[in-house]
Every structure is written in C-alpha cells, then in structure tokens.
C-alpha cells in the first residue's frame, strides 16, 4: 500500500509541470493566432477535417485545406478540450461548419461552437518564413 501511494505522488509531481509547460505553450500559440485572426464569421466550408491544434480550454484552430484556417471558440463548460487526442467537427448544414449549430465532438461530449474567426493564413506562413529567414540570415 506505501508503495502505491508513493507511487501515486510521485506520478503527480511529474504531471504538474508538463501540465503548466502545455499550458504556456497553448497560451503561446494562441496569441500567436489571434494576431492573425479576422472578424466572425457565421460558417465555413469544410469536406474534411484536414489539421487542428487545441489552443485553449475552450479553443481549436482547424484546417479544412492545407491552406485555410479557423479559430474556433466552444462555449464552456467543455471539459478537457485541451487534453484531447483527436477531435471532429459537427456538419449540420451539407459540406459547412456553422457557428449556430454545430459543435466541436471528442470523448463522448459535445461542445457547441460559439464563434468561429478565419486566420489570415497567407500573412502568417509569410511572417513565419520572414523570421525564418531573418534567423538564417543571422548565422
């Protein structure tokens, strides 16, 4: 029984801080794509789900194409969205995703989509491949 126990905290020291190291992360990333996010909007065309990244407790930025992104804000609660290992996207309407009636699905829940912002997509693969550059040019 000791063992288990010490067992047990010694798994909940490790957790913490790759839990506070995922969170800063998120925080990073979702600042970086708030930069480039534009004003709502109701819908989105989508066939398939082609990318996503969880960027928040109650955000996920989706790529229908290789070159279209979305951030996309869920209403809360929706529990440990940003520990989830695979997400899908509601199509009520055929071939769209849209703010009114769809929602986010993963581990048998359901998180109603509250806004939806296309990224200038373009304009940040751009300034990623300027700083890219620039960081080069630096060596």
Not at 10 to 19: D, F, G, K, S, T
Not at 29 to 47: G, I, N, W
């Amino acid at each position: 029984m000791r063992n288990i126990i010490t067992f047990a905290i010694v798994a909940l020291c490790a957790a913490i801080p790759a839990r506070a190291d995922t969170a800063v992360y998120m925080a990073q990333q979702l600042a970086h794509y708030q930069k480039y996010a534009q004003a709502p909007v109701e819908r989105f065309p989508m066939v398939s789900l082609w990318q996503w990244q969880v960027v928040g407790k109650d955000k996920v930025v989706v790529w229908p194409t290789i070159n279209t992104a979305y951030l996309i804000t869920v209403y809360k609660p929706c529990i440990n969205l940003d520990w989830a290992r695979g997400i899908g996207i509601t199509q009520n309407t055929s071939m769209h995703v849209d703010a009114k009636f769809d929602s986010i699905v993963f581990d048998h829940q359901n998180c109603r989509i509250q806004e939806i912002r296309p990224i200038d997509y373009k304009a940040l693969r751009a300034d990623e491949n300027s700083a890219k550059a620039a960081k080069a040019d630096a060596k």
